[in-house]
T-cell receptor, first 115, second 110 residues
Framework: ETGVTQTPRHLVMGMTNKKSLKCEQH?????MYWYKQSAKKPLELMFV???????ENNSVPSRFSPECPNSSHLFLHLHTLQPEDSALYLC??????????????FGDGTRLSIL | QKEVEQNSGPLSVPEGAIASLNCTYS??????FFWYRQYSGKSPELIMF????GDKEDGRFTAQLNKASQYVSLLIRDSQPSDSATYLC??????????FGAGTILRVKS
């Protein structure tokens, strides 16, 4: 596999469920990101990890909990979500955070629907 | 003021015409600028990046940057129906974060 892979592609869950989104990158990158994309709104950065360390939490509610066990894998644990959390969740990676201008490469996203 | 602004469109152009997509940004310290293409239901795909003032060409795509005016644009020559997508402008900001515009919908009519 190449690039950035996200699973599942689609997820429907109730507000009381607990689920996890998974992201894996095969690009040898050291920085990974979670974004939320809602209809007609800009991509919203949620979390940033660099060399497995979280460097950014963009005021994300605690019902979203990220985990980065190594530079290739990133998870987003979900619990007690709200209907407004329904969106496309995108994972991205880049070489690292230190070199300016590094492009980010995106996975295909997980389409999340909260009932 | 939004950090990165784009006209939401849709921008409609006939097949074979030049499509011009524009983006303005508010952070004068921004150094890197990216254009992503996103088809419906798909992830953003990097198509161009530019760091220096002026033009940068890659095939049918030309990125133009004017840091004094805080303006970056993307020209698509000989537009094809397959170019129909949402084009996202992204600007490298504080702590190397990318800040995205909301995107411009482009429709190329055959």
């Amino acid at each position: 596999e190449t690039g950035v892979t996200q699973t599942p592609r689609h997820l429907v869950m109730g507000m009381t469920n607990k689920k996890s989104l998974k992201c894996e990158q095969h690009l040898g990158h050291n920085a990974m990101y979670w974004y939320k994309q809602s209809a007609k709104k800009p991509l919203e950065l949620m979390f940033v990890y660099n060399f497995k360390e979280q460097t950014e939490n963009n005021s994300v509610p605690s019902r979203f909990s990220p985990e980065c066990p190594n530079s290739s894998h990133l998870f987003l644990h979900l619990h007690t979500l709200q209907p407004e959390d329904s969106a496309l969740y995108l994972c991205a990676s880049s070489q690292d955070l230190y070199s300016p201008g590094q492009p980010q490469h995106f996975g295909d996203g997980t389409r999340l629907s909260i009932l | 003021q939004k950090e990165v602004e784009q006209n939401s469109g849709p921008l409609s152009v006939p097949e074979g015409a030049i499509a011009s997509l524009n983006c303005t940004y508010s952070d004068r310290g921004s150094q890197s600028f990216f254009w992503y293409r996103q088809y419906s239901g798909k992830s953003p795909e990097l198509i161009m990046f530019i760091y220096s003032n002026g033009d940068k060409e890659d095939g049918r795509f030309t990125a133009q940057l004017n840091k004094a005016s805080q303006y970056v644009s993307l020209l698509i020559r000989d537009s094809q129906p397959s170019d129909s997508a949402t084009y996202l402008c992204a600007v490298n900001g504080w702590k190397n974060k990318l800040v995205f515009g909301a995107g411009t919908i482009l429709r190329v009519k055959s």
